[in-house]
């Protein structure tokens, strides 16, 4: 069953053109992952696939409902870790996650334990009245992606989820994403790390400059192309991902 779909997307920012014309298709359980350097278009993607921007061109439905028509039907049913720190620094861990709750109504009650048993699985069990100004950088994107699960949504967005942690917060959330994965959840990803895609990733979708140049799983791409998938990926581009 496919849950998210792209159509010859399109996305113009003052008539730069970020996204050139991009369709795929992400089934029900499935882990996608964008890959490719900065400027690329993953995180404009992703940003329309959450219903924050608009598509210039082209179709993209999630759940079976188009984004630029039923977005509030989209969001209920979804989680998003952004690249940004969104956090709501005049309140506590567990203050920003009762707010975040509310607006899927769900009741302090219930929210409450859900996040003492999240906070646990990436390692902040002993943050939850910390307030958001004494957690490190890393800390906050644990805490964000914990945000964005505890409303139980079908599918999770996340961009660069591991982007700034230290490798064992990393460990500490791939274990969770796979957990996640094992719920049925469907997830869709965005990384600088080959690591990280050949770990998660059933699929990934290798960017450059708007277009996507191949969809296939690390597996074939490395089977196909030899060495890891940063070697695809220079092999297909032409490009270092620092470039
Ligand atoms: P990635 O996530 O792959 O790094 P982005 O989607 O953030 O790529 O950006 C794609 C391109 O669009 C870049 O050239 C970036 O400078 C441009 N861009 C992104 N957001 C905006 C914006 N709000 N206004 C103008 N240009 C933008």
């Known amino acids: 069953m496919e849950i998210i779909t792209a159509k010859d997307l399109i996305k113009d920012y003052n008539g730069f053109r970020a996204v ?59 989680g998003v870790m952004p690249q ?8 506590s861990v567990i203050q920003n996650l009762v707010v975040y709750g509310r607006y899927f109504d769900m009741p302090k009650k219930k929210t409450v334990p859900l996040a003492r048993e999240l906070l646990a699985s990436v390692g902040l069990a002993d943050k939850m009245k910390a307030n958001i ?16 699960i505890v409303n139980d949504p079908d599918v999770i967005i996340l ?7 230290d490798p064992h917060s ?21 990384t600088h790390y080959m690591e990280e895609a050949e770990r998660l ?18 597996k074939d791409l490395m089977g196909e192309h030899g ?12 490009r270092k991902l620092e470039d």
């Open 20 to 78: 050139d014309g991009v369709s795929f298709s992400i089934v029900k359980g499935e882990c996608f992952g964008f890959i490719g350097p900065n400027g690329a278009g993953k995180t404009t993607i992703m940003r329309i696939i959450y219903c924050f921007l608009p598509p210039t061109g082209g179709e993209v439905r999630v759940l079976g409902y188009d984004v630029t028509k039923e977005p509030s039907l989209i969001k209920a049913r979804m």
């Open 84 to 91: 940004d720190d969104s956090l709501d620094p005049d309140l």
């Open 133 to 148: 100004r004494e957690l490190s950088g890393g800390m906050k994107r644990s805490l964000l992606l914990v945000r964005s």
């Open 159 to 165: 961009d660069e989820p591991t982007t700034g942690l």
């Open 170 to 190: 990393r460990q500490m959330v791939w274990r969770r994403l796979e957990d996640l994965k094992r719920q049925g959840k469907t997830l869709l990803l965005t």
């Open 201 to 218: 990733c059933d699929r990934v979708a290798i960017m450059d400059r708007g277009k996507i140049i191949v969809i296939a799983s690390p």
């Open 227 to 238: 060495g890891n998938l940063e070697a695809v990926y220079l092999k297909l581009t032409g």
